[in-house]
């Protein structure tokens, strides 16, 4: 009897681990499908160029059977007659094959074109693909070149439950903030750097978002994998797609192209810095951008935290390199990611004042955040920021979150999100006397 049921148990885990595995392969090639492109432009984004007042980098991905691809674009009317006044502009090709980098792997071209000389201020209308396959009009505004209010959203890790939650929180971005210069993507964007099904994932959450609002974005540690999927440990290398994907300023060192860079609006300098590597080179090249930087303010953006939010992360390096010349060449507001949880303080010239709500307060260096958009969660650490002199203001556990920053003048209006719209944080700067007056 015992020897029936043994045989039974057995016949019955053979069939279902066979049928599991063919299942879980059938499962696979759907995704596969899923995430492939097809003739029709797909992955459309506009990147921000190191001057967007005048131009702009705009981005696609089709089938690799597509070798011509073109943007035309014009001033965008009310009515459809814009379209006459359109020019087109040939894209440069790349052909990204990433079967061997990720089991969802294929073959994609990419297409990009850097468009310059454009007007100010300006809205334009474009679209992207070929003579038999275009994708639909999308409209942008360049960036002004005058001083004026300028807005952007910002977010910390995307990386995981991309489609299933992370949409909700670009999607309510966009509704708070639908005239939002740019967006700001403080690294892990997705969890394995190379693989289709994610970045599809990230395009399908913020679809026309991602075509109208420029992307700033960096690279996270889950940007960089290793390129062979059958040897795991092999050398880590930048996401295949981000290259191809992004049209991201080449103004940073050589070896760093599109994850080191600097973007200027009238008022503000925006600094992406890769935290993933070459950290002493970038402090050398930064200390000369910031030498030479004459504008009233400057952010700055990387993936792993200065001053860490949760156990076990701190990034020393990061903090004996970056950070003094932070405070040298006063940067006013650091967003970062790397965490998923929530932060937010600095170093406060008088850290009694913090506390005493009649006092004056004054930063030293700049603000930092860290913030996280999408599922994956930690927990918070009481360490990482008193240790090393700065105050940590704010906190968040299990939350996602979204950040609408907004600048006028001398003043800069940080105000942070839940998913569902609710303010979660909130803080002012002003300019004064030469410093950074925090007002809660
Ligand atoms: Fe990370």
Known sequence: MIKTIFSLMLVFFTLSFGFGQDKSQQLNEIIKEWAAPNHFPDHVILSATSDPARSIAINWRTHADNKVGYVQIAPAGPGPDFRENSKTHTAKRTLINSANATPDGFESSFFEVQIESLSPNTLYAYRVGNDDFKSEWHQFTTANDQTAPLSFLYVGDAQNFILELWSRVIRNAYKKAPEADFFIHAGDLVNNAHDESEWNEWFDAGGFIHSEIPAIAVPGNHEY?????????????????????????????????ETCYFIDYPDLKVIGLNSNRDIELQAGWLKKVLEENDKKWTVVTYHHPVFSASRGRD????????????????????????DHSYARGAVYENPIA?????????????????SVSGGKMYSLSESGWGEFGATKEKTGER?????????????????????????FDRFELEKTKGKNRFID
Not at 227 to 254: I, Y
Not at 328 to 337: I, K, P, R, S, W
């Open 225 to 257: 994998r290793s390129m062979d999927s059958n040897t795991p440990k092999g050398e880590r290398v930048l996401s295949m797609q981000w290259n191809a994907q992004f049209g991201l300023p080449n103004n940073g060192p050589e070896e760093l192209l």
């Open 315 to 338: 990034n020393e390096e990061l903090r004996k390199h970056w950070k003094p010349i932070f405070d040298q060449y006063g940067v006013d507001l650091a967003l970062q990611g790397h």
């Open 354 to 370: 913090v506390d005493n709500i009649t006092e004056e307060k004054y930063v030293v260096g700049p603000v930092y955040v860290v």
């Open 399 to 423: 939350t996602q979150l979204f950040q609408h920053i907004t600048i006028d003048e001398n003043r800069l209006i940080y105000k942070s999100f839940t998913a569902t719209g609710e303010m």
